[in-house]
């Protein structure tokens, strides 16, 4: 069975950091993109960040940049999140998902392939 597992959500205080996990089971992740996507209460899914398969390009929303930092571990198949300085902005539901490389280089919210189930960071004092 295919799974993609998000784990490290959690309430912590502005200006805090937290670390979330994404592990998949079922498949090889080196053979992926993956991206970390996020939900608010109310708004549209974004996207957050992207990691190509060998790890070697990252890419982030301006919102984010400077603050996370993605990285991934395809012996353990897992990719991570680093979040940094959080705001109560970035209070929301965080997803990862991963693309097969085949079909493109990149992690559009449309195209990814497996999703999570999504863990809840909820950033407030």
């Known amino acids: 069975q295919l799974q993609f597992v998000e784990s490290g959500g959690g309430l912590v205080q502005p200006g805090g950091s937290l670390k979330l996990s994404c592990a998949s089971s079922?498949?090889?992740?080196?053979?992926?993109?993956v991206g970390w996507f996020r939900q608010a209460p109310g708004k549209e899914r974004e996207g957050v960040s992207c990691?190509?398969?060998?790890?070697?390009?990252?890419n982030y929303a301006d919102s984010v940049k400077g603050r996370f930092t993605i990285s991934r571990d395809n012996a353990k198949n897992t990719v991570y999140l680093q979040m940094n300085s959080l705001k109560p902005e970035d209070t929301a539901v965080y997803y990862c998902?991963?693309?097969?490389?085949?079909?493109?280089?990149?992690?559009?919210?449309?195209?990814?392939?497996?999703w999570g189930k999504g863990t809840l960071v909820t950033v407030s004092s």
């Open positions: 998902a991963a693309r097969d490389i085949r079909y493109g280089s990149s992690c559009p919210r449309s195209g990814m392939d497996y």
């Open positions: 079922g498949f090889t992740l080196y053979y992926y993109n």
């Open positions: 990691i190509s398969s060998s790890g070697g390009r990252t």
